[in-house]
T-cell receptor, first 110, second 111 residues
Framework: KAGVTQTPRYLIKTRGQQVTLSCSPI?????VSWYQQTPGQGLQFLFE???????NKGNFPGRFSGRQFSNSRSEMNVSTLELGDSALYLC?????????FGPGTRLTVL | GQQVMQIPQYQHVQEGEDFTTYCNSS?????IQWYKQRPGGHPVFLIQ?????EVKKQKRLTFQFGEAKKNSSLHITATQTTDVGTYFC???????????FGKGTMLLVSP
């Protein structure tokens, strides 16, 4: 099976812009979670989707949003970008107890 | 929210030396997972522990879950340069796939 894919892999934006990141889970996986990874805060949970429904949400401002489509692909959106949003954004798809992470999208906000 | 604390933050060893990272929680954990992230890579699942006092081995890696289910450890015997990376523990929320990660232990192995 193909692994988790994320697009784009790298992105440079300026403050105030918005961005949409995409994640395709492993075929057959219905749960997708998103994480933000920064040197200072480490890996922090953003949200989790299952069968197109947001099942859980982390402690991030409303500028961070997401959705999941009927084919389990997921997108996350960050509006009004801030410098502090620069991070590696990882998505993971889940099979039973194991989470499989994608390669991530490296977002740089200038 | 409930946190998992991981120590040490960083360790530099000579190839062949052993390495241990510890994960602690102030509350009882239903499970603990361990992940490895190579430099420039993404976290890769290593193992999940769920039973009190559980010990699991994967080649040179030994994982333990404390009797009180409040701590866990990962021990690497005779480190190799391929062990370089950051090791994370994480607890999974019951009923969800959500993971709460420790800050990780970065392991550097010198040949």
């Amino acid at each position: 099976k193909a692994g988790v894919t994320q697009t784009p892999r790298y992105l440079i934006k300026t403050r105030g812009q918005q961005v949409t990141l995409s994640c395709s889970p492993i075929s057959g996986h219905r749960s997708v979670s998103w994480y933000q990874q920064t040197p200072g805060q480490g890996l922090q949970f953003l949200f989790e989707y299952f069968s197109e429904t947001q099942r859980n949400k982390g402690n991030f401002p409303g500028r961070f949003s997401g959705r999941q489509f009927s084919n389990s692909r997921s997108e996350m959106n960050v509006s009004t970008l801030e410098l502090g949003d620069s991070a590696l954004y990882l998505c993971a798809s889940t099979s039973t107890d194991t989470q499989y992470f994608g390669p991530g999208t490296r977002l740089t906000v200038l | 929210g409930q946190q998992v604390m991981q120590i040490p933050q960083y360790q530099h060893v000579q190839e062949g030396e052993d390495f241990t990272t510890y994960c602690n929680s102030s509350t009882t954990l239903s499970n603990i997972q361990w992940y490895k992230q190579r430099p420039g890579g993404h976290p890769v699942f290593l193992i999940q522990l769920v039973k009190s006092g559980e010990v699991k081995k994967q080649k040179r890696l030994t994982f333990q879950f404390g009797e009180a289910k409040k701590n866990s450890s990962l021990h690497i015997t005779a480190t190799q340069t391929t062990d370089v990376g950051t090791y994370f523990c994480a607890k999974r929320e019951w009923g969800y796939s959500t993971l709460t990660f420790g800050k990780g232990t970065m392991l550097l192995v010198s040949p």
